[in-house]
């Protein structure tokens, strides 16, 4: 019971040579650089799709028309380019030297000498007193460009019509003025848009993801150099310098730094990618663009994920631990943790369905077991459905949970690692967790 005592300083010589045992290693270097970079380039996707999706088609407008709409090149453009949102990344298709009244000879000049793709002339009928338009162009005639120009005229000239009729596009698509109000009529915050749910679902899947991936391959790599001690009996040495549950703690604790140290590289490249996106895409394409922003990333949100992040890490890499040492040879490892397995990968999809019905009654029960905490209450939080003291007991009870993980664990960690070429049953799992060296 002496290891009970005192964890250090044995456990911290373990989670040193843990830890610095896997980050200078090749794989590890050579990983974590292969990932940093795509998930760097993962976020200059748009900025390859905007290139990929071709260049600019220029076009001169000519306006030969007595008069037209004041909103005219709004109007076109909007039709030709859409409205980009606030902050977005967005690549002009369609570039309109807009008005040229009385430089057609130079237009068509300009036209001639393959300066720009098309030349749209716009008259006014005599007779109708409609716009009529003349697209001068080598592009196919069905083709995506001349179609989309086609759209966009025909836009203008509804435009044209309605303020001749003494109304306007803007006027006919005005909203209704209405609200929505919660249900408790006594909350002051506000209902959410459809954007922002949108926005706090993908958010919360994608923290949820990052800690699914941290427990499965961090939790697997201390499984792992578990049964690699075994095997080589490496352990047998060292039980005679430390006990079990020193070599337990130190090894999780070196493992998880490492994966740590990965998985800051990774969301690093990830933050560096989001800040330069705006200034490549400029480079790039053109533009005054000026990045991605991430909609519902706060303070509140990222110290939720740290915490639930590292408790549930701690959680699961013990258990990974102490089945690691049921096994003596690395091949082995995956089917002595296959049930674990399966216990995360439940709580995984229980937070993919979670996330559109975070307020439903299964979703607040299940977010308190601590095996699920990570995932579901992660989900609760983003979704902003979360009360303080909530979040608070879910914490205590993963405390809790990983303190009796933790003396479960190194019971069996106290018998795995001397057990040689015998395959363990349920029964004799418990029997190990009733004993301790």
Known sequence: MNGWRTLLPNTWYIAIREYRGRVRSRSFVIGTVILAVLAFGATQAPILIDA??????????????????????????????????????????????????????????????????????????????????????DLPADGRPAQSIANAVTSLAVEDRLIRAGTSTAAVLAPTKWEVLPVDSSSAAPVKSIDQEISSALLSTGLVVLIFMAIITYGTWVAMSVAEEKGSRVMELMLNATTPLQMLAGKVIGNGAAGLTQYGAIIGAVLVGLVVQGPLHNAALGGSNSGVAVSGLTVPLLASFMVLFALGFLLYSLLYAALGSLVSRQEDVQS???????LVMVGYFLSIAAVQAVTETWVVV???????????MLARVAGGHVELWEFGLAVVLMLVSIAVALFLAARIYSAGVLLYGQRVGLRQLFKMARVSR
Request: negative net charge; glycine residues 6%.
């Open 366 to 376: 299940l977010s308190f077991v601590p095996f699920f905490s990570p995932y579901l």
């Open 336 to 342: 002595a943790t296959s049930p674990l397995m399966m």
């Open 52 to 137: 990929v999706a071709g260049g600019q088609t220029k076009v001169d407008v000519i306006v030969r028309a007595s008069s037209l709409p004041s909103d005219a090149q709004l109007v076109l453009d909007q039709a030709l380019n859409g409205t980009p949102a606030p902050g977005s990344s967005q690549h002009k298709s369609f570039d309109l030297t807009w008005p040229m009244s009385g430089q057609l000879a130079a237009a068509e000049k300009d036209l001639q000498d393959g300066k720009v793709a098309a030349l749209l002339i716009i008259d006014r009928d005599a007779s109708s007193n409609d716009l009529v338009f003349t697209l001068r162009t």
